[in-house]
């Protein structure tokens, strides 16, 4: 449910696998940590894949198209994000040290590749007029039901405030979900809250969320924490919504 992981000797984090580690996810979760000059191929033939610069420079290749994305952190700015179909083949080049997480799940669909910009995505500040602001949270979503209704996927980005909640009010809902965090210094700490279990979140840290249990997240103060949402849709059953505890649904009538 809590995975404390590190780095294999080829930069590699495996965070899930849907026929090992954390199976129940649905998904396969890799996070690559690239040296400069690194070149890494990409080719699922029967899984739809996104491919999230989390930092550094790279050049995305795909379909005889080339884009060049760069991001100093996940701080401070915003997402590039390639999501190809089954069998369509993409080569990430760093060119600097570079970070980043692909996630992956089976697709029968066939779909049009999207490359997604700064630009494309839209930053929600939450929390910040409710409960004097201790919720106080930036949300930004890739890509979920509504604007890919093709995939079997979700991605997006929470940064939450130091010494602020966000997943709040506590929520389940019946599809997995994968955060994989990071802190903006490498000592932050924060809590992860799953069902009745609680976990200390740590930089590089990785919850694996089964659908029904519900996950507050805290971060400790002076330390912002970021996370990568990975949400893997049910057959018949897309992730659209949320459903809160019903025993802190007063909290919204605030």
């Not at 000797?9 to 026929?19: D, F, L, P, Q």
């Not at 600097?96 to 630009?119: A, L, M, R």
């Not at 409960?131 to 930036?138: H, I, L, V």
Request: proline fraction near 5%; aromatic fraction near 12%; charge should be negative.
């Amino acid at each position: 449910m809590f995975d404390y992981l590190t780095f294999d000797t080829a930069g590699k984090k495996i965070v899930s696998r849907m026929n090992g580690i954390n199976s129940n996810m649905l998904m396969d979760i890799t996070v690559y940590r690239m040296k400069k000059g690194d070149v890494l191929d990409i080719l699922n033939k029967d899984k739809e894949t996104a491919i999230l610069l989390l930092e550094g420079k790279i050049t995305y290749q795909w379909e005889a198209q080339t884009e060049a994305a760069e991001r100093s952190d996940v701080f401070s700015e915003p997402p590039y994000c390639l999501h190809i179909c089954k069998d369509t083949k993409s080569v990430v080049t760093a060119l600097e040290d570079s970070e980043i997480i692909i996630q992956s799940t089976t697709n029968d669909n066939t779909f049009s590749s999207h490359f997604y910009k700064p630009t494309d995505c839209k930053i929600e500040l939450m929390g910040e007029t409710q409960w004097e602001g201790t919720a106080k949270r930036e949300v930004l979503t890739i890509f979920d039901y509504k604007n890919a209704p093709f995939s079997n996927m979700v991605m997006g980005e929470v940064i939450t405030k130091a010494g602020r909640w966000s997943s709040y009010i506590p929520h389940s809902h019946p599809q997995p979900e994968v955060y994989y965090y990071k802190f903006d210094k490498p000592q932050g700490f924060g809590g992860a809250f799953i069902g009745e279990n609680v976990f200390k979140v740590t930089d590089g840290s990785a919850a694996s969320i089964p659908g029904g249990l519900t996950h507050p997240q805290t971060a400790a103060p002076g330390y912002n924490m970021y996370y990568c949402w990975m949400i893997r849709h049910l057959d018949n059953n897309p992730w659209t919504t949320r459903d809160n505890d019903p025993v802190h649904v007063w909290l919204l009538e605030e």
